[in-house]
């Protein structure tokens, strides 16, 4: 079992590129999550998914957006890149409601 | 909105000493309390979680309690080792959701 996998682990984009980061899990997860960590700030929630097909806006969601065509895959893609947006991004997935997340690797991103 | 608040935001013991990090939480209907380890630049893993219908739970050197009136939750680490330093996490869930808030937090160091 590979757990949860991101990728790619590191990405430096320029103000206004486009780019999609992808989280694939092999435990048959439900739930799935995107969340931004930065300096002094927790972890913030972008949007996340019950299912296969759907999706919901977290805390963050602004300048980003999600899909959840398959069950094991959880996509975020940012459309035009903005230097707010340097962050680690982690995605998590659980099996529902009371559970505890198990986190991929992150991804770091710096947009110049 | 939800919030979690954690306490302290650093925290220095040595080694053998116990430490103690505090949480608070605002929704009321919070029914699944995680704890998470974060080591510098890897992902926030699970270490110890407890559920509304408890009251304390232990883990090793790890113990988790709950106050459910006053809203509050502690992670106590005894006996304290060099490896135990990381940034730990607190979290709340959001009940209907499987949402988890984190809070922003606590940079533990143990001196040899």
């Known amino acids: 079992n590979a757990g949860v996998t991101q990728t790619p682990k590191f990405r430096v984009l320029k103000t206004g590129q486009s780019m999609t980061l992808l989280c694939a899990q092999d435990?048959?997860?439900?739930?799935m999550y995107w969340y931004r960590q930065d300096p002094g700030m927790g972890l913030r929630l972008i949007h996340y998914s019950v299912g296969e097909g759907t999706t919901a806006k977290g805390e963050v969601p602004d300048g980003y957006n999600v899909s959840r065509l398959k069950k094991q895959n959880f996509l975020l893609g940012l459309e035009s890149a903005a230097p707010s947006q340097t962050s680690v991004y982690f995605c998590?997935?659980?099996?529902?409601?009371?559970?505890?997340?198990?986190f991929g690797s992150g991804t770091r991103l710096t947009v110049v | 909105g939800e919030n979690v608040e954690q306490h302290p935001s650093t925290l220095s013991v040595q080694e053998g000493d116990s430490a103690v990090i505090k949480c608070t939480y605002s929704?009321?209907?919070?029914?699944?309390f995680p704890w998470y380890k974060q080591e510098l630049g890897k992902r926030p893993q699970l270490i110890i979680d407890?559920?509304?219908?408890?009251g304390e739970k232990k883990d090793q050197r790890i113990a988790v309690t709950l106050n459910k009136t006053a809203k509050h939750f502690s992670l106590h680490i005894t006996e304290t080792q060099p490896e135990d330093s990381a940034v730990y996490f607190c979290?709340?869930?959001?009940?209907?959701?499987?949402?988890?808030?984190f809070g922003q937090g606590t940079t533990l160091q143990v001196k040899p």
């Open positions: 407890i559920r509304s219908n408890v």
């Open positions: 435990m048959n997860h439900e739930y």
């Open positions: 929704d009321s209907a919070s029914n699944y």
């Open positions: 998590a997935s659980s099996y529902g409601q009371g559970y505890g997340y198990t």
């Open positions: 979290a709340a869930s959001i009940l209907g959701t499987g949402k988890l808030i």
